[in-house]
């Protein structure tokens, strides 16, 4: 979920798919799914049972990738037969097989961990879990998927994009082995794991799965948190930083999204055990080991993405650190598209709705 982190927490990318144009089409591009989604569900009640978790989730990963190519499409403004001739195998490959498949079956897993956690588990009603581990997931990847055809789109028309959230400058990042990166995963990993192990000494049975997921969502949240004032300042007074930024956006960024993917990645892993390891959610080791790897993630991500966010930082019209984030000012981010994109976005924007009206016709 990486991409989905980078288009909303880097100011650039935020920008760009905010725009109100490209939130009305969007809200379109995620509506059709949700219906053909639903469609494959009612059709598929019929053929076969989706009561078996792996058949759940290859039918929602198979979905979400058909969707994925289809949203890509339609924010690329592209034919399908030029796709790969313009984009190459290797990024429509990953379209497919990351934002599609995998991503797909991550919500999917998402889904049913959380309805699980309410008591409305999936093994004793397989229907209604089965039919919002389809719907919901192929909406939400028509969304990022159409997001990034957008961007690869503007990249096209001749904006220069400094990140792209396909993960590429994250790879060069690990390659270079950077002792501070490292150090945050292993203490965010370290920190989390051993409040899990201490929660298991005093919570058991099922109540313990939401005491865990509170203290590592929370504890991973603040890792997340200094993790990215570290990434911004290349692991050196990361403190000051800290410490000079006003409470408000501090909060803001450990609620969203610090707590929001904590928990996020938290319920995947919990997913994945009840679902695809078929593991009873009562071990102490089971619980330290989700806790780790959630905590090891945010610290790995928010470190990457204040990292490009120093970089973005040096750009000329970068915007102001009270504008970081989205939901949260969404309204002063379209306010200063202006000042980012410049004219001549204005004028690539015209392009793009006559070539979507172009090939809708």
Same mark, same amino acid.
């Given at each position: 979920?990486?991409?989905?982190?980078?288009?909303?927490? @880097?100011?650039?990318?935020?920008?760009?798919?905010?725009?109100?144009?490209?939130?009305?089409? *969007?809200?379109?591009?995620?509506?059709?799914?949700?219906?053909?989604?639903?469609?494959?569900?009612?059709?598929? *009640?019929?053929?076969?049972?989706? +009561?078996?978790?792996?058949? #759940?989730?290859?039918?929602?990963?198979?979905?979400?990738?058909?969707?994925?190519?289809?949203?890509?499409?339609?924010?690329?403004?592209?034919?399908?037969?030029?796709?790969?001739?313009?984009?190459?195998?290797?990024?429509?490959?990953?379209? $497919?097989?990351?934002?599609?498949?995998?991503?797909?079956?991550?919500?999917?897993? #998402?889904?049913? +961990?959380? &309805?699980?956690?309410?008591?409305?588990?999936?093994?004793?009603?397989?229907?209604?879990?089965?039919? %919002?581990? /389809?719907?919901?997931?192929?909406?939400?990847?028509?969304?990022?998927?159409?997001?990034?055809?957008? #961007?690869?789109?503007?990249?096209?028309?001749?904006?220069? /994009?400094?990140?792209?959230?396909?993960?590429?400058? &994250?790879?060069?990042?690990?390659?270079?082995?950077?002792? +501070?990166?490292?150090?945050?995963?292993?203490?965010?990993?370290?920190?989390?794991?051993?409040?899990?192990?201490?929660?298991?000494?005093?919570?058991?049975?099922?109540?313990?799965?939401?005491?865990?997921?509170?203290?590592?969502?929370?504890?991973?949240?603040?890792?997340?948190?200094?993790?990215?004032?570290?990434?911004?300042?290349?692991?050196?007074?990361?403190?000051?930083?800290?410490?000079?930024?006003?409470?408000?956006?501090?909060?803001?960024?450990?609620?969203?999204?610090?707590?929001?993917?904590?928990?996020?990645?938290?319920?995947?892993?919990?997913?994945?055990?009840?679902?695809?390891?078929?593991?009873?959610?009562?071990?102490?080791?089971?619980?330290?080991?989700?806790?780790?790897?959630?905590?090891?993630?945010?610290?790995?991500?928010?470190?990457?993405?204040?990292?490009?966010?120093?970089?973005?930082?040096?750009?000329?019209?970068?915007?102001?650190?009270? /504008?970081?984030?989205?939901?949260?000012? %969404?309204?002063?981010?379209? *306010?200063?598209?202006?000042? $980012?994109?410049?004219?001549? @976005?204005?004028?690539?924007?015209?392009?793009?709705?006559?070539?979507?009206?172009?090939?809708?016709?």
């Amino acid at each position: 979920m990486l991409h989905r982190l980078a288009l909303r927490v @880097l100011p650039s990318l935020t920008v760009a798919v905010t725009e109100d144009s490209v939130r009305k089409r *969007k809200r379109l591009v995620m509506f059709v799914p949700g219906l053909v989604a639903f469609t494959v569900y009612r059709a598929a *009640k019929q053929g076969f049972s989706l +009561a078996e978790p792996m058949t #759940l989730l290859l039918l929602s990963g198979l979905i979400s990738m058909g969707t994925a190519a289809c949203a890509y499409r339609v924010g690329r403004a592209l034919p399908f037969s030029r796709l790969v001739a313009e984009d190459g195998a290797r990024r429509v490959g990953w379209i $497919l097989a990351w934002i599609g498949f995998v991503y797909g079956i991550q919500l999917s897993l #998402l889904v049913l +961990a959380l &309805l699980w956690l309410v008591g409305y588990d999936y093994a004793k009603h397989p229907d209604g879990p089965a039919m %919002m581990a /389809l719907i919901i997931p192929s909406t939400a990847v028509a969304r990022d998927a159409f997001e990034i055809g957008y #961007l690869r789109w503007l990249e096209f028309s001749g904006r220069s /994009l400094v990140t792209f959230p396909d993960g590429a400058e &994250l790879r060069i990042l690990l390659r270079r082995v950077n002792p +501070a990166l490292l150090s945050w995963i292993a203490a965010g990993s370290l920190a989390c794991a051993s409040l899990s192990v201490i929660m298991s000494t005093i919570v058991s049975g099922h109540p313990a799965v939401l005491a865990h997921g509170t203290i590592v969502t929370m504890a991973a949240g603040t890792v997340a948190l200094f993790a990215f004032f570290a990434g911004q300042t290349g692991g050196n007074a990361w403190m000051a930083r800290v410490a000079a930024t006003p409470w408000r956006e501090l909060l803001k960024f450990w609620w969203w999204p610090g707590l929001a993917f904590a928990s996020t990645y938290y319920l995947v892993l919990i997913g994945v055990c009840l679902y695809v390891l078929k593991q009873p959610i009562d071990s102490v080791e089971l619980f330290a080991a989700v806790a780790g790897m959630v905590g090891g993630l945010m610290a790995l991500y928010c470190y990457y993405l204040g990292y490009r966010r120093h970089i973005e930082d040096r750009q000329p019209g970068g915007v102001p650190s009270a /504008l970081l984030r989205c939901p949260f000012v %969404m309204g002063l981010l379209g *306010k200063s598209r202006e000042a $980012l994109s410049g004219t001549s @976005l204005l004028g690539s924007r015209a392009v793009f709705d006559k070539n979507s009206q172009r090939m809708s016709s």
